[in-house]
């Protein structure tokens, strides 16, 4: 993958004196937008990015960016070289942070940042691997838009997201996938399930979610043609597990992942209220910047971590 992805850059701009550090340059900038955010990423002075970015726009005989107060503007041109470019070089760069890796030493910390209660009961099942190979570790708790704003920033090496990244500048890849499932304290569960409709019965009890715009209650309930409850939640709290144990000690109904619910279903002390229609799932990913992956440490953590998790 590496030579090839090597190649097609060559091929595609041979003779236009293009190296790869330039192309790097070039969509470091592309993705953070600045000349000097993109030298802080890139470890080179702003006067270096600027050179490099001032010799592509020469060999192109086209203008790259539009010069802002704060930051850049990509031009058409900039649009069109990075579509040809930018994955191609992402994945050059990924083996050759892989095969580094191998063959590094992996001191230094590595910082992960993501949903509170899916590193504490998944990600951190992996980490003891990561510190007997001598990374320290540390964690974070964040919702999506954090985690994105901290990988972009630099703040952080990798994250976990269960809701879909909206920046193109980040990578992710689908590590889990987690049925969702209507659950309540068994005696709760039976007070839904008795009532004339299953509307009526959820309408009832008080909901307990994630945050008040209910993401997960609202998408099982959408996809079940249940409709809007119209309900302010009783409870939010971005860690899943507070609305756990809330829901264990009878307090009213919510949607849970499967891995926060299924050993509390298989011992009792929680119920599924069963889906009508069809059950519904959540997709966690594991997102970083491609730069970071220059940084050997991040790289094998980032592998491992992919390779554990996919085997669940």
């Not at 192309?23 to 955010?37: D, I, K, N, P």
């Not at 964690?139 to 990798?158: H, K, S, T, W």
């Not at 309540?184 to 909901?207: C, D, F, K, T, Y």
């Not at 009878?250 to 926060?260: A, D, E, H, Q």
Request: aromatic letters at 4%.
């Amino acid at each position: 993958m590496t030579h090839n992805a090597l190649a097609l850059c060559h091929q595609k701009y041979d003779g236009l004196s293009m190296s790869l550090p330039r192309l790097r340059t070039f969509v470091e900038v592309y993705r953070l937008r600045s000349l000097s955010s993109a030298a802080r990423s890139l470890n080179l002075t702003q006067s270096n990015v600027s050179q490099h970015i001032a010799g592509l726009e020469v060999a192109l005989g086209r203008s790259l960016f539009e010069r802002l107060a704060r930051g850049v503007r990509p031009t058409l041109a900039a649009d069109e070289l990075a579509a040809d470019l930018a994955d191609h070089l992402d994945r050059a760069e990924e083996a050759l942070a892989e095969a580094r890796a191998r063959s590094s030493e992996l001191t230094g910390a590595v910082r992960i940042l993501g949903h509170a209660d899916f590193i504490g009961e998944v990600v951190t099942q992996h980490l003891p691997a990561l510190v007997e190979a001598g990374i320290r570790i540390r964690l974070q708790p964040a919702n999506r838009d954090v985690v994105q704003q901290m990988l972009i920033e630099g703040n952080f090496d990798l994250g976990v997201s269960a809701y879909p990244i909206t920046d193109s500048r980040l990578r992710s890849e689908v590590i889990r996938e987690e049925a969702l499932r209507a659950v309540a304290a068994p005696a709760v569960a039976e007070r839904i399930l008795s009532a004339s409709g299953l509307n009526e019965g959820l309408r009832r009890e008080p909901v307990l979610s994630y945050s008040l715009d209910r993401p997960m209650v609202d998408t099982w309930l959408a996809g079940n043609n249940l409709g809007d409850l119209a309900a302010s939640p009783a409870v939010t709290c971005p860690d899943l597990r507070v609305l756990r144990n809330l829901l264990a000690a009878g307090t009213g109904w919510s949607i849970l992942p499967n891995y926060l619910c299924q050993r509390e279903i298989e011992q009792g002390a929680l119920a599924e209220i069963p889906a009508p229609n069809r059950g519904m799932s959540l997709s966690y990913s594991l997102v970083w910047l491609s730069t970071a992956l220059r940084h050997p440490r991040v790289a094998h953590a980032r592998q491992a971590l992919l390779r554990g998790m996919r085997k669940r």
